[in-house]
């Protein structure tokens, strides 16, 4: 079974501060999505990496795949009270079929 | 704005009862997919359609009943279901083929309880 482990589980920290989530596996991925979701709405798609080494970044965020494309981090740079939320990665393993990490819940308090 | 719709939004049933979830998309995706989410949890995939044909059901218990009317409409029959299926059931589209295939256009959910 293919396991993506993504951590830490709940991260609460003040605005302005840093913060970096992790998502690890033993297996290869075809690509890498980070979704964020709020409460009582569907998860959004904020980018998908794809090259081994590649960097990615969406104003203050910044994505990294892995370079064996087995782990991917996101990080986030001052965050801010907008950024809270759950944090969900997810490996392509083939057209229809991703592999989730269990979240990350942030929390960025004023 | 989301640009999958989901209705209802909210769904109250009983053990006896028959309903349905539905879900359109106008933005030409040929894969419609239902998730079903507890809380604090990822989502859990259940069907996958690919050009309106069921390609993926994942041991999903038969009072699930997925139907894909046409390639913008994806429907979840429900019939004698348990509180343990109260859960927030999300669908999503995406493209196929190698651009960009995989990546999930979700809905905003609907939230489903089972007393």
């Known amino acids: 079974t293919q396991l993506l482990e993504q951590s830490p589980q709940f991260l609460s920290i003040q605005e302005g501060e840093n913060l970096t989530v992790y998502c690890n596996s033993s297996?290869?991925?075809?690509?890498l999505q980070w979704y964020r979701q709020e409460p009582g709405e569907g998860p959004v798609l904020l980018v998908t990496?794809?090259?081994g080494g590649e960097v990615k970044k969406l104003k203050r965020l910044t994505f990294q795949f892995g370079d064996a494309r087995k782990d991917s981090s996101l990080h986030i740079t001052a965050a801010q009270p907008g950024d809270t939320g759950l944090y969900l990665c997810?490996?392509?393993?083939?057209?229809?079929?991703?592999?989730w990490g269990a979240g990350t819940k942030l929390i960025i308090k004023p | 704005d989301t640009e999958v719709t989901q209705t209802p939004k909210h769904l109250v049933m009983g053990m006896t009862n028959k309903k349905s979830l539905k879900c359109e998309q106008h933005?030409?995706?040929?894969?419609m997919y239902w998730y079903k989410q507890k809380a604090k949890k990822p989502p859990e995939l259940m069907f996958v359609?690919?050009?309106?044909?069921?390609?993926i059901n994942e041991s999903v218990p038969s009072r699930f009943s997925p139907e894909c009317p046409n390639s913008s409409l994806l429907n979840l029959h429900l019939h004698a279901l348990q509180p343990e299926d109260s859960a927030l059931y999300l669908c999503?589209?995406?493209?196929?083929?190698?651009?960009?295939?995989?990546?999930?256009?979700f809905g905003e959910g609907s939230r489903l309880t089972v007393l």
């Open positions: 933005m030409g995706h040929r894969a």
């Open positions: 997810a490996g392509g393993r083939s057209n229809y079929q991703l592999i």
């Open positions: 359609y690919s050009y309106e044909k069921l390609s």
């Open positions: 990496v794809v090259t």
């Open positions: 297996s290869v991925f075809s690509s």
């Open positions: 999503a589209s995406s493209r196929l083929g190698t651009k960009g295939a995989g990546e999930l256009f």
